[in-house]
């Protein structure tokens, strides 16, 4: 019996040392090209040191081991590619997937494991695309933070997950359910943000918060994709959107607001959410509460696109949210470009999950053909998302002190934005996920 201990324990003591000598390996990295700090400068001929989870050093030239002092530094050479910071999606759904062809009732009849597993398929995809960040807008806390956690210790692959837990939304609005008899979906439904008063819905912030939320995700106006008829005006009363907003800035979380129509996206600002997604219908006014407000938009271009897709090819589309789609998205490029024209704050998000999990670099595709420059488009999935996360002394740049989340691709994409749609190398938090020289 003492003996299996002893046998035990000292199994045990070599798991810990191996990871410990795995974890603190120093690391050097010689980048061809890369854009560097918090302007994203584009530098030439970089050495890149990581030790741990950090970047400790970045020197001119391709420093030797020898001369940096480090003999028993790995070498990663990426001189023949362009290195930048491992780039974030503001707005994912990494628990499902659209599937046209999928049973459209699989939700009742399938559990929570279900979708865990699933999923962790399109984290390993995500961060394969060279997404180490990503922020998940709505998903069920019984799957969202299980995956969260998993991901950080190591069990699975994935994106580091800042997750907002179950939506924050009104009885029968975008992100209650849809589409069945009143006393089924009263049996199924039951997220816990669903909420109706200012008292109600303090509570609701309150519950989600509880179950694990890093963000509070709300419904501020109607959804393209809910199966209802019932527009994308504002969806939440005034007093309601200063409810939650209030406790939930009071508990430390920020707030962002799933917003289409003009109405629900000045109460939102108005009330002091810290972003918007969609913004389908902007106008001068919204633009100026922006700017009042200094908040986000995530504008999500990739989700429009690809349900105007599906509209023409699914057949099955609900009558609700195929009308929906033809009259919202035809607005979104303009009110994109409205948003750009006036230097809004922009962060990139792609709510993939509505397009496949991996994809997420089309959504660059689209920010330029919609006007951004390439270096903006990056800095939106890098410096800008950073901010909005409030992760901007750790996320979203290559410079001293902050997470070795490091990603290379062929060629620029300052000159050529479709090379970020082909990651060569993604390394998170020092360790390297994905190396394809
Ligand atoms: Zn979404």
Redesign the pocket.
């Known amino acids: 019996m003492k003996q299996k201990l002893i046998t035990i324990l000292a199994a045990l003591s070599t798991t810990i040392c191996s990871a410990a000598s795995f974890a603190t390996q120093t690391q050097v990295i010689y980048a061809g090209s890369m854009l560097a700090g918090a302007g994203q400068t584009l530098e030439k001929q970089r050495t890149i040191v990581i030790e741990d989870a950090i970047i400790t050093r970045i020197e001119k030239g391709y420093v030797s081991v020898t001369d940096l002092a480090l003999p028993d530094a790995k070498i990663i050479d990426l001189k023949n590619q362009f290195v930048l910071p491992g780039l974030i999606d503001m707005?994912v759904?990494v628990t499902f997937e659209r599937d046209a062809s999928a049973n459209p009732h699989r939700w009742i009849t399938e559990y929570e494991a279900d979708y865990a597993l699933r999923s962790v398929k399109y984290l390993q995809r995500t961060l394969a695309a060279g997404f180490t960040s990503v922020r998940d807008?709505?998903s069920s806390y019984k799957v969202i933070f299980p995956l969260q956690r998993a991901v950080e210790r190591g069990d699975i692959q994935g994106p580091r997950i800042f997750a907002a837990g179950d939506t924050i939304t009104p009885t029968g609005g975008h992100a209650d359910l849809h589409g069945y008899r009143k006393d089924i979906s009263d049996v199924i439904s039951g997220g816990l943000g669903v909420c109706d008063g200012a008292d109600d819905c303090r509570r609701a912030v309150r519950e989600v918060i509880k179950s694990g939320a890093d963000v509070i995700k709300i419904t501020a106006t109607g959804g393209v994709l809910s199966n209802t008829a019932a527009g994308v005006n504002q969806q939440f009363t005034d007093q309601e959107l200063t409810a939650i907003v209030d406790t939930a800035h009071n508990l430390a979380r920020s707030v962002t607001a799933?917003a289409h129509g003009t109405s629900g996206i000045k109460a939102a600002l108005r009330a002091g959410v810290d972003s918007i997604?969609h913004g389908s219908y902007l106008d001068k006014e919204t633009v100026k509460l922006f700017k009042q407000h200094n908040a986000y938009l995530v504008p999500?271009l990739l989700?429009g696109q690809t349900v105007s897709q599906e509209v023409l090819s699914n057949p099955n589309m609900p009558v609700a949210i195929a009308n929906k789609v033809r009259t919202v998205v035809p607005n979104v490029a303009a009110s994109f470009k409205l948003a750009l024209k006036n230097k809004v704050n922009i962060a990139f998000g792609t709510?993939s999950?509505?397009s496949r999990h991996g994809n997420n670099a089309d959504e660059f595709l689209w920010l330029v053909k919609y006007g951004m420059t390439e270096k903006q488009a990056i800095m939106s999935a890098t410096v800008n998302a950073a901010k909005l996360l409030g992760e901007q002394d750790r996320l979203g740049q290559l410079s001293v002190g902050k997470q070795a989340d490091i990603i290379s691709v062929n060629g620029s994409p300052l000159d050529d934005i479709t090379t970020l749609q082909n990651v060569q190398f993604v390394m998170k938090a020092g360790q390297v996920y994905k190396h394809q020289l």
């Open positions: 707005h759904h807008l709505g799933h997604e999500t989700a709510d999950g509505v």
